[in-house]
Each structure stands twice: as structure tokens, then as C-alpha cells.
């Protein structure tokens, strides 16, 4: 039987590591988790957002730039056994291809597809995922659908999830369970800044596409929490649209 739990007492004495909690969907999650009883460990690199999260939340912060090995490697040595993963870290290159640097997007590439593959690595070796740990990556509607300008982004995405589906598998003898989430456009920075790089008719014809209208970082953080939870503890190596309908 599958024991529903709700309120405080979902994550009553469970480590969660929340990265890019410092963002607006990062933050958004650590709240709801903290709410729902986790003890946090919060991660990010703005060490003025950490610090006020930290003191609004509590539980333990790690101001980290995990785009080298020795971040990661920082990280993975600073956390306890874990039973939850939150990756919730990421860049947004959103141009035409002409005008993006090399950097953008190698940046890009690591930061969103090959850090958290490397970050689940650290972890592992250093024994720090418990038996049954749940992972989340928080990937975007933008793996399965061409949009101009977000060649860079939207290939970071897709890897992104070839990769959870292949680690469910290798995980899953542990327990261990590894989904990514695809959000549709949240209201946050991240969005609001590719927002201003297109035109007002392109913005108004990308909400159109949405039936439920734009998505707010709390529906992420409860289907984050869905998936962290043993409510879905029969369900690994998937990616679930957040959308408000987009993907229909
Ligand atoms: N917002 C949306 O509409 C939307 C839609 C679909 C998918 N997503 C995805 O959801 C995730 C979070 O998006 P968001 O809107 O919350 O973005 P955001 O507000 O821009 O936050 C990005 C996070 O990534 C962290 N980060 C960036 N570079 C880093 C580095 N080198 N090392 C460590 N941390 C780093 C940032 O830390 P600092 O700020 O401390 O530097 C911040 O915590 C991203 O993967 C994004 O692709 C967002």
C-alpha cells in the first residue's frame, strides 16, 4: 500500500540537495520541500539570495559555481546521505545561431546536459545517495519541439533526458529513481529574459499555445515534490510536461 502523505509530514527527516536554488524555479522548490518537511541543503553561486533563502528556510547552503569539477566536487563533499536531487540549475543561450558565442554554447551544453550527469557521479562515488534516493532534472518543453532560436538550448534539454532514461536503468538495481520535469514558460528571470529577446507578436503567439495560459514556479515545485515523493516510487526514467498544455 502507498502511503499518501501530505503537509509537514512528507519529507519528515529526508536530506534533499536542491541545486540552483537560488533561481526562480529552484527557489520556488526548495520553499514548497521545506514546507512538506525536508531538512534542505540549498545550492547556488549569488551568495546574498543563498543567505537570505537559507535564513527564510533554514537547513545548510552552498554558494558553488558547478560548471568545473572542483565545484562538484565541493558539493558532493559538503552533503550528507541523500534521499532526494533537485537539479534545477541552467543557462538560456536564446538566439539565432549567427549571433551565438562559442561559449554560450559550450556553456550551455555543460551546464544544463553535462553537469548534473557529473554531479549524480560525484554523488555516487562518494556514497552519498541513499538506497531509494529520488533524482530530478528540470528540463524544458523546448527538447521536443523546434523553436527558432533555441538550437543550443533545446539540444542541452533533450540530452538532458536521454540521459535521465539511461541512469533510471542503471539505477534502478539501488532503488533509485532519475525523471526530469519539462516546464512550459514560468513566470520567472529566466523567462522574462528570453522574453525580451523577441519581438511582442512572437511572445503573443507563444502564450497562445498554452490552454491553460503561462505557468507559475509552484506548479513546477508540486510535481517536483510528486516526483521526489514514494507516491511515485514506481515511476522512474520518465519526462513530465508541466505545461499548462503546450505539448498537447
Ligand atoms: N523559467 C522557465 O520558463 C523555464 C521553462 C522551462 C525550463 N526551465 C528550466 O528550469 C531551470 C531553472 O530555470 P529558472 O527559470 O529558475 O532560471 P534562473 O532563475 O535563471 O536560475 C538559474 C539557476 O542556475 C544557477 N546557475 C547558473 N549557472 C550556474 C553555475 N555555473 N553553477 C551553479 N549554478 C548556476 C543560477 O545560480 P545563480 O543565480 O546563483 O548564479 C540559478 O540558481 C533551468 O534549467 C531552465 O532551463 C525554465
Known amino acids: 500500500m502507498i502511503v499518501s502523505m501530505s503537509g509537514a509530514d512528507k519529507f519528515n527527516n529526508q536530506q534533499i540537495l536542491v541545486v540552483g536554488a537560488t ?15 525536508a531538512d534542505l541543503i540549498v ?11 537559507s ?40 538566439a539565432p545561431v549567427r549571433y551565438l558565442k562559442d561559449a554560450d554554447i559550450e556553456a550551455c551544453l555543460n ?16 556514497k552519498k545517495l541513499k538506497a531509494g534516493a529520488s533524482i530530478v532534472w528540470i528540463s524544458s518543453v523546448a527538447s521536443a519541439r523546434g523553436t527558432a532560436g533555441y538550437a543550443a538550448y533545446a539540444a542541452s534539454k533533450a540530452g538532458l533526458e536521454a540521459s535521465a532514461r539511461c ?53 513546477v ?3 517536483t515534490s510528486f516526483l521526489l515523493s514514494q507516491e511515485s516510487r514506481w515511476v522512474t526514467g520518465i519526462t513530465l510536461p508541466v505545461d499548462g498544455g503546450f505539448s498537447i
Open 167 to 219: 541512469l533510471a536503468l542503471e539505477l534502478a538495481p539501488k532503488g533509485m529513481r532519475v525523471n526530469c520535469i519539462a516546464p512550459g514558460m514560468i513566470e520567472t528571470d529566466m523567462a522574462d529574459a528570453t522574453a525580451e529577446r523577441i519581438s511582442d507578436e512572437a511572445l503573443a503567439a507563444h502564450l497562445k499555445a498554452y490552454p491553460l495560459g503561462a505557468g507559475q514556479p509552484a506548479d
Open 55 to 94: 535564513k527564510e528556510i533554514g537547513g545548510s547552503s552552498l554558494s558553488v559555481d558547478l560548471s568545473g569539477a572542483a565545484g562538484r566536487a565541493q558539493l558532493a563533499e559538503a552533503v550528507g546521505e541523500l534521499d532526494g536531487v533537485v537539479y534545477a540549475a541552467g543557462v538560456a543561450p536564446v
Open 221 to 223: 515545485a508540486a510535481a
Open 43 to 53: 545550492s547556488g553561486r549569488d551568495e546574498g539570495k543563498l543567505a537570505a533563502l
Open 111 to 126: 551546464l544544463n546536459t553535462a553537469v548534473p550527469l557529473l554531479l549524480i557521479r560525484e554523488l555516487l562515488k562518494n
Open 23 to 37: 533561481g526562480g524555479l529552484g527557489c520556488a522548490i526548495a520553499r514548497h520541500l521545506q514546507i512538506e518537511g
